[in-house]
C-alpha cells in the first residue's frame, strides 16, 4: 500500500470511545452507488448473478461489515490523536525503518509459496475474502466442529436404553446427507472426557454429539463443555484405553503378582501390594498387643511368684509342724496338705484375653513348660490370686490354723528371674499368634495408596486424573469389597485366574517346582522328627533289653534314615505318578506340607463364587476368569489384554431386517434429494450396487479369504456389519466366526492383497479354448491346465496311449493277414512266429492290466463322460488353489467344469475362480474349424484302404501266377515223362511204324500241350471278385462329419448353458465372447474384459462413492469427511502430468468422490470413472507440489494471435488477461480514491499519454488480486520497449515465459485485411493499413532490446512460429507454460525438503545471483572437493548448472557436477566440505597483456616460460618454452605467462601445483624476432602471401575459368588477379568489396560458355521453343568479342 494512501487512510481513522472499535471512513462515511440506469448494465448484472447467489455467504458478510453505522454511533466517534498527520507520517517513517527490514528478513526466510500479499486499499471484506481464495489453493483441512445430535425439544431418550438400540436411534440425527449416517465410535455410549481423566462413565443419551463423522456420548455438561472446546485431546491415541483400575485375584502361586506388573508396565500403572502396604500396621498393632501382653503376664506372673513362695514357707511351716507334732495324729492332715500344695504348685496363672484393634487373640499366651489348670472359678475370674483358695482350705482343719505362723513379706518384682522367665514366655507365644485387621483399616491403606498414586499422575498436566493402579490379590474378602463399595474406589475390571486342573495339582506342582528346596528340608525334618518319637517310644518299651540290641537297633535306624535321605535327595517320586505328570513339573510327596498348601486353594474356591456373587450383586462389573492351567504368561497376558479392551473395540453385528430398513430409507431419501439422478443399470445387483457400504474385502468373504486365499463371493442372505460397513460371508460358521474376531479377517495396516489370477476358460470343442488359454498364460505369466490332457497323463503309464473318443478316430486300422505262397511261409515261418507272440503278450498284458478305482473313473470319464467322484476331484483341483506354484502365480483352466454338478462341486467346496471366460460359437464357426482337419485325416484313411485293396489284389494274382506255373511245370514234367516212355517203346518199333508214330505223336503232343492248358483252366479258374463294400463318397463323409460336429456341438452346447446357470446360482463372474470372430480379435476383447481382473487387481477390493460437489463441500466444512492429500487436485490429471491445478469456482464444475474417509476432486466425470475402477494406480504417485500461479507475457507484432492466445489461457485456466490498458481500467474502477488513480486521471483529464511509471505502477497493484496470484496473469502484448523491462524489474515483475509470436509483415498486412472485413465485427476499430503499418514498425524498432534483455538476463525467451495453425499454437504455448510451472514447482518442493535445487531458468537476475552466491562464489564446489580443482564457472554467464541449497546459490561446471550436487549436497558445502575456497587474494585472475604490462616493474615469474609446460613436461629441457605475453594469470601477486590458452586454463585450476618452480642454470637461447624484408625472396612470399596465392590458385584450379574469347591462360591470369585483390587482407572493405563484385561478375561471364553450350542444337530452333533467356545470354557472348576485362 503506498505510504500516501496509507496516510490519507489513517488521518480518516475514528474510534468509538465507548466500545474502543475502529472505524474507516468507508464505513461512518460511505458514499452511495449510483443506480444503474443502462439496460446493458442490468443484463451485465444478470450474467453475474450466478457467481453472486454462489457467494452468498462471504457477500452478506461483507455486507454486514459495510452496513451503515447507527446515527448514535456515528455521532459519538472521535479522532486519536496518533492519527493526526504529523504523528501517522512519523509512524509510517518509523515502522519502515525499524519493524519494516525485520519483517522483510524474515519473509526471506519463509516460504515463498505460503507468503500471501494483498492490497491495503481493498476493505477488509474483501481482504478476508481474497485471504480465504488463496488458502483454498493450499492443501489445508477445515476444522471439523462438534455438533450436538440432541435438541432439548425433541423427546428425550431415555438412558437405561439398550446401546445398540441408542446407537440406531441417535445415527440418523443431524445427519449430513442421506446414506452418510453417524458412525460408532470405539468408546460407544462411555463418555470420552470422563474415559480421558481415568474413569468409565456412561454417556447421557441427551449429552450425544457428532464428530467426525463419529456420534459420542457424553457424560455431564461439564464434559460437553470441554468436548465442544477442543474434542481430539480426548480422541487421539493412545484413548481409548482402560483407565487401568484393577483387581487381580486368585489362588497361592497362580502368578496375581507377575501378572500385575505385566499389566502395569503396559498400561503405565502402579501395582499396590496391600499386604505390603499394611505390614506396617500390622506390625504397630502387634507391638500394641505385645505391650499389653507384657504388663498384664508381668503383673499376674509377680503374683504368681509370690504365690509360689508362699506356699514353699508354708510348706517348710508344715514340715516344722510335722516334726513337732505327733506324727501318728496328723498324717491324715499332713498328707491333705501336702497334696493341696501340689496342687497349688502345679497351676499356672493365664493372663486374660487382650482385645487389639482390628480383631481378638483366639487365646491368650500360655507360659511353656506348665500345663493349663481347667478350673471354672479360674476362667470366671482369672485376676484373683489362687492363694486365697488355698488358705481357704487350710483354715478348714482347726487344727492346722492353730499351728500356722504368719511369714515374712516377700518382695517379688519385674526384675524377679521367674517373673522375667514367665513374661519372655508369654511374649513368644503371642508372636506365634497370627494378628488379623479389619476390612476398614485394610481399605483404609489401600484407599491412601489408591490417592497417593493418582496424586502422582496429576503432576502430568496432560495425563488422565484417576486410575493407574492395580491391587495385588486384593480384596480377598467379601467385607473388604463391600467396604470399598461404599467408600466409591471399586475397580473397572476384576481379575481371576483359575485353576480347573486336577485337585490343583497344576499349582501344586508350580508351587513344589519355586520352593523344593524348602519343602524337601520340611518333609526331611518331620520324617525325622517322627523317626525320633518312634525310636524314643521303642527304647522305653525294651528299658530291659540288652545293651547289644539297643545298640543294633539304632544302627539300623540310622541306616534306613540314610537312605531314605538319598531318595529324597535324588527327588525319587512315588510309582502310582501318571505319564502325564512325569512330564510336567512332579508333584510333592503327601505329607502335612502339601495338604497346606492344597487347603489354601480349597479355602479360595470356596470363598471365590460368593466373592463373585458379591461382585456381580454390588457392582456392574463381571469378573474376568482366566484359565492358567498349561497356559504360559504371555498367553494369559494378551487374553487379559483382549479382554480388558473388550469394551473399546469395534464390534459388529448380524446384518438384520433393521439394517435393511435403514438402508432402503437412506436410499430413497437420496434419490429425492438428488438433482440429477443418476440411471442405475437395469441388470446391476442391488446387493453390489456402487451405493452399497460394502467392507474392505467388497463383495467376498473376508474369512474364506483369511483361512484360504480364495475369493468366495459373500451369500447377501448371510451378511455381517462392522464398522457400519455391510460384509458378505459363505456361511453361517463363517459369519460367526468374524463376528467373534472381525479385526483378525480384515486388513489392518495397508490394503488386502488379491491372491493370485485364477481362470475358467469354457466352450464347446472348436471354439478356440487351448489357443485363448495359452495366450492368456503366456501373457499374464500364469499356467495353463488343460483338465483332460491332466487325466491323460494320470494313466498314460498304464494305458501307454491316449484315450477318448476323439483319439479312438486316429487308430490306424489293422492289417488283414495275408496269406502268402508256400515257398514265402516256409521262408518265413521263424519270422512270423515270433511276431505273433509278441502280439499276444501285449493282448494278455492288456487284459490283465489292472487298474485302480481311481485310474478307473479316469478311464470311464475320458472315453464315455462319467462323472468323476467327489474324492477324486478334491485329490486333483485343491491342489491348483492351496499348493505352489500355483497358488502364488496363478493359473487359467481348460475345459472344467464340464457340467453343471462339477461346477456345484466347486461352488461347495470354496475353488472359487476370479471369473469364467464363455466363448460363444456358432455351429457353423465349429463345422468350419474342425470338419478340414477332420476330413484331411478321412481323406488319408481312404488313400491308404485303397492302397491295401490294391495290394492284397496284386499279391492273390501274383500267388495264382505263381501256382499256375507250378501246375504247369509239374504237368509239362509228366507230359515229358510219357514222351520218354514213348521214345523208349519206340526203339524198339520198325521204321514204318516209326514214321506213323511220329505223326501220331505230333498229336498228341498237340493233344498234351492243350490238355495242359485245359487242366490249368480247369484248375485255376478265375476267381470272381469278392463284394466288397462300397467305399464311402467324399461328399457322404462331408456330410456324415458335420452331422457328428453337430451333434458333438449340441451337446457341448446344451452342457455349457447348465454349468452357466450354476456359475450363475454361484456368483461366480462370467465373461462371454464371441468366440466366431478372428483370434486377434478375440484376443483385444479378451483383454479388454479381463482388464478389471489383471490390471485393476490390487484394487479389486476396493470402493469409491460418487458424490455430488454440493455434498462434498458440506462434508468437509461439517467435518464429516477430511480432504485427501490432493486437495483440489485431480489425481488422474495428476498422473497424466497435468501440473497445472483445475479451475474451481462458479461455472467450474468438479466431481467429488468418496474413497476411504476422504474426498477426491476431478476435473471430469470421466477421470472420476477411471479412479473409481482403480484408485490405487492414482494413490500410488506423489502428493501434488505447490500451486504456482502462471505468469507468461505473449508477445508479437499486430495481429499475430497474441490476444487470442491469452484470452483462451484465462478462458482455460481462469487466469487474468492483462494488458497495460486493462491494468489502468482495474485501478480506475477498483480503487478510484486512490493517489494512484488521481495520478492516472489527471493525466486522462488533460488527454495526454500515460507514462510507463503509473502504467507500471497500476500493473503493480492489478497484480495483487488474488485471481493473479492464485490462477496467475498472461501478459497481453507487453512489455514492449527496454524503459517498460526497466520499470517491471524494478517492481520485481518478471514472467517466467516470453514467448513471442513470429510472423512476417505480409501476413500482418492480410490479417489486418481479413479482420476489417470480418462479419463479426461490431464496431470500428483503428486498424487501418496505416495504423497497421505504424504497429509494426514501432514493434520492430524496439523488440530487439526486449528479445536481447530477457535472453541475456533470464534465458526465458521464446520464439514461436505464429503463422502455424491457432491449435498448433496453442499447444505450443500450452507446453511452454507447464514447463515453466512444472519447473517451478520442482524448485520449490526440493527447496521446502531441504534438498539442493537448479535454478536454471529461473528468472534470476545476475544482480540477485551476485547478492546470494555461497561460500565458492563462482568455482564449482563439486570439482574442488572430488579434485581439488579451482573451475571458475564465471565464464559461463548462464545458470544451467547453478543450484539453490540452504538459501544460497552455486554453480557448476556442467551436467555432471551439478547432478552430484543435487544428489548429495551437504557433501560440498560447509561444514562438511572438505575443501575451503581460498581466500580472494590467493584466487588466480587472468588479465590482459595490458594490464600486466601496467604493473611494470613487477617481474614475469620463472622469466616468462610457461610452468605448466615445463612441470607436465617433467622439467625437462626441452619443456623449456617462451609463455605468451598475452596470456597473463595474476597469482599470490606473482605473473605468469603461458605458452597456449589450455595451458592458462590448467594453471587457473591448479595453482598451486605451478605455481612455485625453480628454472635450471641452463636455458634455451632467446628467440629474437627477424624483420620480414631481412629474409630471402621464398621466406618472404611465405611469411606474407603464400596463404592468399594458395587460396587463389585453388579458386582457379576448382573454376577453370574460360572467358569468351580469350584463352585459358588468359582466363587463368584475370580471374587469379581478381581473388587475389578480393581477398587482400590489407586492402579497405572497400576495395575488397569492389573486385569481390568483379569476380563474381568474371565468374558469371565465364560461365556463358557452358549455358550457350548446352542450349545450342545443330539443327534450327524456332525462337519460341529456345530458353527464355537464350536470345539475351548469346548476344551477350556475341558483345565480348574483342573486349577483355579491365585489371582495375
Same mark, same amino acid.
Given at each position: ?136 489453493? @493450499? ?57 480421558? %481423566? ?200 482347726? &487344727? ?198 492344597? &487347603? ?39 487374553? #487379559? ?118 481362470? #475358467? ?134 475345459? @472344467? ?33 474342425? #470338419? ?41 514234367? &509228366? ?18 511204324? %516209326? ?17 495242359? %492248358? ?32 453337430? %451333434? ?412 552430484? @550436487? ?19 587474494? #590467493? ?206
Amino acid at each position: 500500500m503506498p505510504d500516501k494512501d496509507l496516510e490519507i487512510k489513517r488521518v480518516s481513522l475514528r474510534v468509538d470511545p465507548i466500545t474502543g472499535d475502529t472505524y474507516t471512513k468507508e464505513i461512518y462515511n460511505p458514499e452511495k452507488p449510483e443506480k444503474k440506469k443502462k439496460e446493458s448494465d442490468a443484463e451485465e448484472e444478470g450474467e453475474e448473478e450466478e457467481e453472486e447467489e454462489e457467494e452468498e455467504g462471504i457477500d452478506e458478510e461483507g455486507d454486514e461489515h459495510m452496513s451503515e453505522l447507527p446515527t448514535e454511533v456515528i455521532e459519538r466517534l472521535v479522532k486519536r490523536p496518533e492519527d493526526l498527520p504529523s504523528h501517522v507520517i512519523e509512524n509510517i517513517k518509523n515502522y519502515k525503518s525499524n519493524l519494516l527490514p525485520l519483517l522483510e528478513d524474515f519473509m526471506a526466510d519463509h516460504d515463498q509459496q505460503y507468503l500471501v500479499e494483498l492490497d491495503g486499499n481493498q476493505p477488509s471484506p474483501i481482504l478476508f475474502k481474497q485471504l480465504l481464495q488463496r488458502l483454498h489453493c @493450499f492443501i489445508t483441512r477445515p476444522a471439523a466442529v462438534p455438533i450436538r445430535l440432541h435438541d432439548n425439544e425433541e423427546e428425550e431418550i431415555p438412558e437405561d436404553i439398550d446401546t445398540d438400540e441408542l446407537m440406531r436411534t441417535l445415527a440418523p440425527k443431524e445427519m449430513v446427507a442421506p446414506r452418510f449416517r453417524w458412525r460408532r465410535s470405539r468408546w460407544l455410549r462411555h463418555c470420552p472426557v470422563a474415559l480421558y %481423566e481415568g474413569n468409565i462413565v456412561q454417556g447421557k443419551p441427551d449429552l450425544s454429539v457428532g464428530f467426525l463423522d463419529k456420534l459420542y456420548c457424553l457424560s455431564s455438561p461439564q464434559a460437553m463443555e470441554k468436548f465442544l472446546k477442543n474434542p481430539r485431546p480426548y480422541l487421539l491415541p493412545t484413548q481409548p484405553r482402560p483407565p487401568c483400575k484393577i483387581s487381580v485375584t486368585g489362588p497361592h502361586m497362580s502368578g496375581k503378582t507377575t501378572i500385575s506388573h505385566l499389566l502395569a508396565q503396559k498400561y503405565g500403572a502402579k501395582v499396590l501390594d496391600i499386604e505390603r502396604l499394611v505390614q506396617p500396621k500390622i506390625e504397630e498393632e502387634k507391638e500394641k498387643t505385645l505391650a499389653k501382653v507384657r504388663e498384664e503376664t508381668t503383673e499376674h506372673a509377680i503374683i504368681t511368684v509370690k504365690t509360689k513362695l508362699k506356699e514353699q514357707q508354708e510348706a517348710e511351716e508344715l514340715e516344722r509342724a510335722e516334726r513337732e507334732g505327733d506324727q501318728t495324729t496328723d498324717q491324715g492332715e499332713t498328707t491333705e496338705v501336702d497334696t493341696e500344695t501340689e496342687k497349688g504348685k502345679g497351676k499356672k496363672t493365664e493372663p486374660a484375653p487382650v482385645d487389639v484393634e482390628g480383631g481378638r487373640l483366639e487365646k491368650p499366651p500360655e507360659p511353656p513348660g506348665e500345663e493349663k489348670i481347667e478350673d471354672p472359678k479360674e476362667e470366671a475370674d482369672p485376676g484373683e490370686p489362687p492363694i486365697t483358695e488355698e488358705k481357704t482350705e487350710v483354715s478348714q482343719t482347726p &487344727e492346722a490354723s492353730k499351728r500356722t505362723v504368719s511369714p515374712p513379706t516377700i518382695d517379688v518384682d519385674a526384675t524377679h528371674p521367674e517373673v522375667v522367665t514367665l513374661v519372655e514366655a508369654a511374649l513368644k507365644e503371642a508372636e506365634n499368634q497370627s494378628f488379623s485387621l479389619s476390612a476398614d483399616v485394610y481399605i483404609d491403606i489401600a484407599e491412601k495408596a489408591i490417592q497417593d498414586t493418582e496424586k502422582d499422575l496429576r503432576k502430568n498436566a496432560t495425563g488422565p486424573l484417576c486410575g493407574g493402579w492395580i491391587l495385588d490379590n486384593f480384596p480377598q474378602t467379601r467385607d473388604q469389597w463391600m467396604v470399598m463399595v461404599e467408600r466409591g474406589i471399586v475397580p473397572d475390571d476384576a481379575i481371576c485366574l483359575r485353576d480347573s486342573s486336577e485337585n490343583g495339582n497344576f499349582l501344586v506342582r508350580r508351587w513344589y517346582k519355586y520352593n523344593k528346596d524348602q519343602i524337601e528340608e520340611l518333609i526331611r525334618l518331620r520324617k525325622a522328627t517322627e523317626e525320633a518319637e518312634k525310636l524314643h517310644l521303642a527304647e522305653e518299651e525294651r528299658v530291659k533289653r540288652e545293651e547289644m540290641e539297643r545298640q543294633a537297633a539304632e544302627e539300623e535306624r540310622k541306616k534306613r534314615e540314610a537312605e531314605r535321605r538319598k531318595k529324597i535327595e535324588s527327588g525319587e517320586i512315588s510309582e502310582g505318578l501318571s505319564v502325564q505328570a512325569e512330564l510336567l513339573d512332579p508333584l510333592p510327596p503327601d505329607g502335612p506340607e502339601l495338604d497346606s498348601e492344597r &487347603e489354601k486353594r480349597k479355602e479360595f474356591e470356596r470363598e471365590w463364587p460368593a466373592m463373585q456373587a458379591m461382585i456381580t450383586g454390588s457392582t456392574t462389573i463381571e469378573p474376568i476368569q482366566v484359565e492358567i492351567e498349561k497356559r504360559g504368561e504371555e498367553e494369559i497376558f494378551d487374553e #487379559l489384554i483382549t479382554s480388558l479392551e473388550e469394551k473399546f473395540k469395534y464390534h459388529g453385528w448380524e446384518y438384520s431386517g433393521m439394517d435393511v430398513d435403514e438402508e432402503e430409507e437412506d436410499l430413497e431419501a437420496s434419490r429425492e434429494a438428488e438433482d440429477e439422478e443418476e440411471e442405475e443399470e437395469e441388470d446391476e445387483d442391488p446387493n453390489r450396487s456402487k451405493k452399497k457400504p460394502l467392507g474392505d474385502v467388497n463383495h467376498f468373504c473376508p474369512v474364506s479369504m483369511y483361512e484360504r486365499n480364495v475369493l468366495w463371493p459373500g451369500n447377501p442372505e448371510c451378511s455381517a456389519r462392522y464398522r457400519e460397513k455391510v460384509y458378505y460371508l459363505a456361511n453361517d460358521e463363517a459369519r460367526e466366526k468374524f463376528l467373534k474376531n472381525s479385526q483378525m479377517y480384515l486388513p489392518k495396516k495397508e490394503p488386502l492383497k488379491s491372491p493370485a489370477l485364477r481362470l #475358467l476358460m469354457l466352450g464347446p470343442k472348436g471354439s478356440g479354448k487351448s489357443l485363448h488359454a495359452r495366450y492368456l498364460a503366456n501373457k499374464l505369466n500364469i499356467f495353463h491346465i488343460d483338465f483332460r490332457e491332466r487325466l491323460q497323463e494320470m494313466i498314460i503309464a498304464k494305458t501307454k496311449k491316449k484315450i477318448g473318443p476323439e483319439y479312438e478316430e486316429d487308430k490306424e486300422e489293422p492289417e488283414e493277414e495275408e496269406e502268402g505262397n508256400d515257398d514265402e511261409e516256409g521262408a518265413n515261418a521263424e519270422d512270423v512266429e515270433p511276431a505273433a507272440e509278441d502280439e499276444d503278450k501285449k493282448k494278455e498284458e492288456e487284459d490283465e492290466m489292472e487298474y485302480t478305482e481311481e485310474e478307473e473313473a479316469i478311464k470311464s470319464y475320458l472315453e464315455s463322460d462319467d462323472p468323476l467322484p467327489d474324492e477324486l476331484m478334491t485329490k486333483i483341483l485343491t491342489d491348483w488353489w492351496n499348493t505352489e506354484p500355483f497358488k502364488s502365480t496363478g493359473f487359467v483352466l481348460e475345459g @472344467f467344469p464340464r457340467t453343471s454338478d462339477e461346477a456345484k462341486y466347486l461352488a461347495e467346496n470354496g475353488l472359487y475362480p476370479d471369473g469364467a471366460v464363455l466363448l460363444n460359437v456358432e455351429d457353423m464357426d465349429v463345422v468350419g474349424r474342425l #470338419l478340414p482337419p477332420k476330413l484331411d485325416k478321412w481323406r488319408v484313411k481312404r488313400d491308404k484302404r485303397l492302397a491295401k485293396k490294391n495290394k492284397k489284389k496284386e499279391k492273390a494274382k501274383k500267388k495264382r501266377d505263381a501256382a499256375i506255373e507250378k501246375r504247369r511245370a509239374e504237368l509239362t514234367k &509228366e507230359r515229358d515223362e510219357r514222351r520218354a516212355e514213348r521214345k523208349a517203346q519206340k526203339g524198339e518199333k520198325d521204321s514204318d511204324e %516209326e514214321a506213323e508214330e511220329g505223326e501220331e505223336e505230333e498229336e498228341e503232343e498237340v493233344e498234351e500241350e492243350e490238355d495242359i %492248358e485245359a487242366v490249368l483252366a480247369e484248375e485255376f479258374e478265375e476267381e470272381e471278385e469278392e463284394d466288397e463294400e462300397e467305399e464311402e463318397l467324399e461328399e457322404d463323409a462331408v456330410d456324415r462329419l458335420k452331422n457328428d460336429l453337430a %451333434e458333438v456341438y449340441d451337446n457341448d452346447t446344451n452342457r455349457l448353458a447348465d454349468v452357466q446357470q450354476t456359475l450363475e446360482e454361484a456368483l461366480i463372474p462370467r465373461i462371454e465372447l464371441e468366440g466366431g470372430r478372428k483370434p486377434h480379435i478375440v484376443r483385444y476383447l479378451l483383454s479388454k474384459n479381463l482388464k478389471p481382473y489383471v490390471d485393476f487387481r490390487h484394487s479389486r477390493f476396493e470402493r469409491v462413492y460418487a458424490i455430488s460437489e454440493k455434498l462434498a463441500t458440506k462434508m468437509l466444512r461439517v467435518g464429516y469427511k477430511q480432504p485427501s492429500r490432493f486437495g483440489k487436485w485431480d489425481p488422474v490429471q495428476m498422473k497424466d502430468g497435468e501440473c497445472i491445478q483445475p479451475m474451481q469456482g462458479p461455472g467450474y464444475s468438479t466431481y467429488p468422490a468418496i474413497y476411504r474417509g476422504h474426498i477426491y476432486y476431478f476435473a471430469s466425470h470421466d477421470n472420476r470413472d477411471m479412479f473409481i475402477q482403480d484408485p490405487m494406480s492414482y494413490l500410488k504417485q506423489p502428493s501434488p507440489k505447490p500451486v504456482v500461479p502462471i505468469r507468461i507475457a505473449v508477445i508479437g507484432p499486430p495481429k499475430s494471435g497474441k490476444t487470442t492466445m491469452a484470452t483462451r489461457f484465462a478462458e482455460t485456466y481462469g487466469l487474468m488477461r492483462l494488458s497495460l490498458g486493462e491494468a489502468i481500467r482495474q485501478v480506475m474502477l477498483n480503487q478510484p480514491k486512490s493517489t494512484l488513480a488521481m495520478a492516472i486521471n489527471s493525466y486522462m483529464v488533460r488527454g495526454q499519454t500515460i507514462p510507463d511509471e503509473l502504467t507500471i505502477q497500476a500493473l503493480e497493484t492489478t497484480l495483487l488480486d488474488m485471481r493473479c496470484q492464485t490462477r496467475g496473469v498472461v501478459f497481453d502484448g507487453f512489455p514492449m520497449s527496454k524503459r517498460q523491462i526497466d520499470l517491471m524489474t524494478q517492481k520485481s515483475i518478471i514472467p517466467i515465459r516470453i514467448v513471442e509470436l513470429e510472423i512476417d509483415s505480409k501476413e500482418t498486412m492480410v490479417r489486418g485485411t481479413k479482420d476489417r472485413h470480418s462479419p463479426n465485427r461490431a464496431y470500428p476499430v483503428h486498424d487501418s493499413a496505416q495504423i497497421l503499418a505504424i504497429k509494426l514498425s514501432n514493434y520492430l524498432r524496439e523488440i530487439g532490446e526486449v528479445r536481447k534483455w530477457y535472453k541475456e538476463q533470464h534465458k526465458n525467451f521464446v520464439n514461436m512460429n505464429g503463422n502455424r495453425s491457432k491449435w498448433w499454437v496453442w499447444h505450443q504455448l500450452l507446453d511452454v507454460a507447464r514447463k515453466g510451472v512444472s519447473q517451478i514447482q520442482l524448485y520449490l518442493q526440493r527447496v521446502a525438503d531441504g534438498k539442493a535445487s537448479s535454478v536454471a531458468d529461473m528468472c534470476i537476475t545476475p544482480q540477485e545471483f551476485e547478492v546470494r552466491l555461497g561460500d565458492f562464489g563462482q568455482y564449482c564446489p563439486v570439482n574442488l572437493a572430488n579434485k581439488g580443482e579451482l573451475i571458475d564457472c564465471s565464464v559461463n554467464p548462464t545458470l544451467e548448472f547453478a543450484a539453490e541449497f540452504r538459501g544460497h546459490y552455486y554453480k557448476m561446471a556442467g551436467q555432471e557436477e551439478l547432478e552430484e @550436487f543435487l544428489h548429495e549436497p551437504e557433501k560440498y558445502v560447509p561444514p562438511l566440505a572438505p575443501v575451503k575456497l581460498p581466500a580472494r587474494h #590467493l584466487l588466480p585472475r587472468q588479465i590482459t597483456g595490458v594490464q600486466a604490462k601496467a604493473m611494470f616493474p613487477k617481474p614475469i615469474e620463472i622469466q616468462g616460460y610457461c610452468p605448466v609446460t615445463y612441470l607436465d613436461g617433467k622439467c625437462r629441457y626441452e619443456a623449456i618454452i617462451q609463455g605468451d605475453r598475452e596470456l597473463v594469470v595474476l597469482y599470490r601477486d606473482n605473473l605468469y605467462y603461458f605458452e597456449n590458452e589450455k595451458k592458462l586454463k590448467k594453471f587457473m585450476r591448479l595453482p598451486e601445483k605451478y605455481w612455485n618452480l625453480t628454472l635450471p642454470h641452463k636455458l634455451p637461447p632467446k628467440k629474437e624476432p627477424i624483420a620480414v624484408t631481412n629474409i630471402p625472396m621464398l621466406g618472404f612470399m611465405e611469411q606474407t602471401v603464400a596463404t592468399s596465392i594458395n587460396k587463389a590458385l585453388t579458386a582457379v584450379g576448382s573454376l577453370k575459368p574460360k572467358y569468351p574469347f580469350l584463352s585459358v591462360t588468359r582466363s587463368s591470369q584475370i580471374y587469379f588477379a581478381y581473388h587475389l585483390k578480393a581477398y587482400n587482407p590489407k586492402s579497405s572493405e572497400y576495395v575488397r568489396k569492389k573486385y569481390k563484385q568483379k569476380l563474381m561478375r568474371f565468374e558469371e561471364t565465364c560461365e556463358l560458355i557452358k549455358y550457350l553450350g548446352n542450349n545450342m542444337t545443330v539443327k534450327y530452333k524456332d525462337p519460341k521453343a529456345r530458353p527464355i533467356d537464350f536470345d539475351f545470354k548469346l548476344n551477350q557472348f556475341m558483345a565480348l568479342k574483342g573486349i577483355e576485362p579491365t585489371p582495375t
